[in-house]
């Protein structure tokens, strides 16, 4: 199951994992940046934890033939959904930000919903190479899209509008490299769009006025719209260069709310200016490139759409945190992937990696004794 060929590391995706090492450590001196006015050394104990346990698991897959999830995934995805549903039934969170999407073991808090996007896409992407020949049949796209639309159902109760988009964005690209018609495309974006006013009244107040924020941004600067305008100076006082690391005012005297999680960009353009935030986005586009890459280059349907999936999820993390911060986009709860804090977050991100290196390696067949 372990026994790797040797010449199968001649198609070991060294840039990939580079890149994620230097976004681990950017991610890691910019959290330190973050916390340093807060005198509190946990945030980096905590991410430096998970980063390497993160590694270890990396480690753990390049060694390990994906293709054997893909034969545990109903047994993932109960889990996936027990998960979703003890939340629901057990999750604390709603009276800080908004949702109950955080499970408490002890003294140890994690968010289910960042382990259920992985088991979905692990899920999903072999429900959907075992029906790869009939997946456009109507019976057969409608049992996929319950499939995949359930646990979506269930972080929306949370409510989690931010954690849903991702997971929508997901099975969107999930679908599309699966070969989905476009006639069903058409019909899901027509459904899309007449569900809106359904969703729109469903939202909380404080989503509400995160929209109209985004849509006004001066509309209420001194309140809900003040974590958006302070992302905003910081940003726009880094010009070029920056202020210079650990010495942005913004940062430092403690005006950005959560700016070691949700609003880590800003902390970096802050401190680091135009050169640094381009730099990250840089970064960031060889991690997708590398990635897609891979998910093109596998000859199995199921490591391709995996692969899929979880570009998908980068992707649209990175989009929507860099866009909030930006005002290109409404502020949600979406952390930035290697740079913002949060030892579940962070874990799942490089488990994820790690599964993308080993379709990388194990995509033509090797010998597993």
């Known amino acids: 199951m372990f026994n790797l060929r040797k010449k199968a590391f001649k198609k070991f995706d060294f840039i990939l994992l580079a890149t994620v090492i230097i976004l681990c450590i950017y991610g890691l001196v910019m959290i330190y940046s973050a916390t340093l006015s807060m005198e509190n050394l946990r945030y980096v104990?905590?991410?430096?934890?998970?980063?390497?346990?993160?590694?270890?698991?990396?480690?753990?897959l390049v060694f390990f033939d994906y293709q054997f999830l893909g034969k545990l995934y109903i047994p993932i995805y109960i889990v996936s959904?027990?998960?979703?549903l003890s939340v629901l039934l057990m999750g604390v969170g709603d009276e800080q930000w908004g949702a109950r999407s955080w499970l408490y073991i002890g003294s140890f808090g994690f968010q289910p919903a960042e382990f259920v996007k992985v088991g979905l896409i692990i899920s999903l992407a072999q429900y959907m190479d075992k029906h790869k020949e009939d997946i456009?049949?109507?019976?057969?796209?409608?049992?996929?899209?319950?499939?995949?639309?359930?646990?979506?159902?269930?972080?929306?109760?949370?409510?989690?509008m931010g954690t849903a988009m991702v997971f929508v964005f997901i099975i969107a690209a999930m679908l599309f490299a699966g070969?989905?018609?476009w006639k069903?495309?058409?019909?899901?974006?027509?459904?899309?769009?007449?569900?809106l006013p359904v969703i729109w009244m469903r939202l909380d107040d404080f989503q509400r006025d995160r929209i109209f924020n985004f849509l006004d941004p001066e509309r209420d600067t001194t309140n809900t719209g003040y974590?958006?305008?302070?992302?905003?100076?910081?940003?726009?006082?880094?010009?070029?260069?920056?202020?210079g690391l650990f010495k942005g005012t913004q940062t430092q005297f403690n005006y950005i709310p959560e700016k070691q999680t949700d609003f880590i960009f800003a902390v970096l353009a802050e401190e680091l200016g135009f050169i640094g935030g381009a730099s990250l986005i840089?970064?960031?586009f060889i991690l997708l490139y590398r990635i897609v890459k891979i998910a093109k280059n596998s000859t199995d349907t199921f490591g391709s759409l995996m692969s899929t999936g979880l570009a998908g999820m980068f992707l649209f993390h990175i989009w929507e945190n860099i866009g909030m911060t930006l005002g290109l986009m409404p502020i949600t709860g979406i952390p930035l992937p290697f740079m913002?804090?949060?030892?579940?977050?962070?874990?799942?991100?490089?488990?994820?990696?790690?599964?993308?290196?080993?379709?990388?390696?194990h995509r033509d067949g090797l010998s597993f004794e």
């Open 45 to 60: 104990k905590t991410q430096g934890i998970a980063t390497l346990i993160g590694f270890a698991a990396i480690l753990f």
């Open 81 to 84: 959904m027990g998960l979703l």
């Open 136 to 160: 456009n049949s109507p019976f057969v796209l409608l049992k996929t899209l319950a499939l995949a639309f359930s646990p979506v159902i269930l972080i929306l109760m949370q409510p989690d």
């Open 179 to 181: 070969g989905i018609k």
């Open 184 to 195: 069903y495309i058409g019909l899901a974006f027509v459904v899309g769009l007449m569900s």
């Open 227 to 243: 974590q958006a305008l302070q992302g905003r100076i910081a940003i726009g006082s880094g010009k070029m260069f920056g202020r």
């Open 282 to 284: 840089l970064l960031y």
């Open 340 to 361: 913002s804090y949060g030892g579940t977050f962070q874990l799942i991100n490089l488990v994820s990696i790690g599964i993308v290196i080993s379709v990388g390696l």
